[in-house]
Nanobody
Framework: QVQLLESGGGEVQSGGSLRLTCAAS????????MGWYRQAPGKQREVVAT???????NYADSVKGRFTISRDTDKNTVTLQMNSLKPEDTAVYYC?????????????????WGQGTQVTVSS
């Protein structure tokens, strides 16, 4: 059982910065690709950024150059540094753990979600 706990959300003015942290229970980065998703009111949940179990990041086009995803394997945390925030970044942000292909072969086939943290960017 994997538990994910997000923190760091809040309200900031346009152009400001926030840093989100996802604390994972146990050492999961070897077997899971990690990611941040967001869901705005009335919209579908969308991927923001992911980091593979090998440490390779990927970003949605809408956040490239503004957001940075990273992880700390000693602390079992994944962070999302968000700079130059815009009102359209307003959403609930969720941490996500997706099992790797190798992990699935050993029965680790369930993805996990955190409870979400609200990010509000005012204009």
């Amino acid at each position: 059982q994997v538990q994910l706990l997000e923190s760091g959300g809040g309200e900031v003015q346009s152009g400001g910065s926030l840093r989100l942290t996802c604390a994972a229970s146990g050492s999961i980065f070897l077997n899971y690709h990690m990611g941040w998703y967001r869901q705005a009111p009335g919209k579908q949940r969308e991927v923001v950024a992911t980091i593979s179990n090998g440490g390779t990041p990927n970003y949605a086009d809408s956040v490239k150059g503004r957001f940075t995803i990273s992880r700390d394997t000693d602390k079992n945390t994944v962070t999302l540094q968000m700079n130059s925030l815009k009102p359209e970044d307003t959403a609930v942000y969720y941490c996500h753990a997706n099992p790797t292909w190798a992990a699935k072969q050993f029965g680790e086939d369930k993805p996990y979600w955190g409870q979400g943290t609200q990010v509000t960017v005012s204009s």
